[in-house]
């Protein structure tokens, strides 16, 4: 790594900026794992698309249905193709702590730049700051990975704003990924100022969670390779724009996506998300590929009224 354990909360302001998209996992006819596949998605990701960083083998990625072996690939593939081009933060997240660090220690080992961990299912447990609290320092004390917390409600519960601020203060937690309501995330942002990175998946909120919260990561989810093109990049555009100060020129090209971001909800199914939007990226030139179980493939139809909503979106190719 290059920074010290000690340093990775400067390190990760210092590096991590700007759009950082979560990476699906390609998986081919036979459902193999699609190396070849997700190696050419992020040398557009990276190359076309400007995206700065990305979340590898997280909830995007499936990780749920991988095997070890093929979870440490993922890692290790992902490293290879932005190695001195973008920033890496891999999901170790398990069920078993000795999966995370078994996943910690590989990702230490192949040559990532930090880790993420969600929150784990706490069966029975109502009170769960000190419980979450030890959870992350057993990590922290066993990792030199900078560590990325990462809340959200498929854990069951939310974590709490006090809880995060104190977790925060563990030497190499350097970021979370907050996916609550928003004005959980803007009283820890508040509540931990530079201490650490808090981010969230919404797209929608990104511009002004810039103006009004004063954040440098957009960690992250799958519309920065979804709402845009090697020719149409106004994801980057409008994130640029607000950085520089340039608020009304970034409203109206974000505004501007509006009828994309349409088109990919309402033509959604609420049980396949995945599929659509692996299918979304076959229809800009990606590599999507299947799913795999649990999750369910899109049908013929749903294919059609994608295909439709894709041609009159107004993205440019």
Known sequence: ?????HE??????????????????????????????????IRHWIDD???????????QGEFWSMSLDE???????????CAGKAGTIMSISDQSVDTVLELGRHAQECGADYVVVHAPMLSFCHERDEVLYRYYKYLCDRLDIGIAMWSHPDSGYLMEPETCARIAELPNIMAIKYSVPREMYARLTQMVGDKILVSTSAEDDWLDNIADLGWQLYLCSSPPYLLQTRNDR???EYTELAFAGKLEAARRVRDSLNPVR???????????????????????????????????????AEKAATVSAFATCGLRS
């Open 1 to 5: 790594m290059e920074y010290a354990k």
């Open 49 to 59: 698309l400007g995206i700065q960083g990305l979340f590898i083998a997280g909830k």
């Open 234 to 236: 106004r994801m980057h």
């Open 71 to 81: 979870r440490k690939r993922n890692m290790t593939v992902a490293v290879q193709e």
């Open 8 to 41: 990775a909360k400067a390190h990760a302001r210092e590096t991590m900026r700007g759009i950082w998209a979560a990476a699906l996992n390609p998986f081919d006819a036979n459902l193999d794992f699609d190396e070849t596949g997700l190696r050419s998605n």
């Open 262 to 300: 349409d088109a990919i909800r309402r033509t959604k199914p609420g049980g396949k998300p995945t599929a659509h939007s692996k299918f979304w990226q076959e229809l800009l030139g990606q590599t999507g590929g299947r799913v795999r179980h649990p999750m369910l493939e899109l049908t013929e």
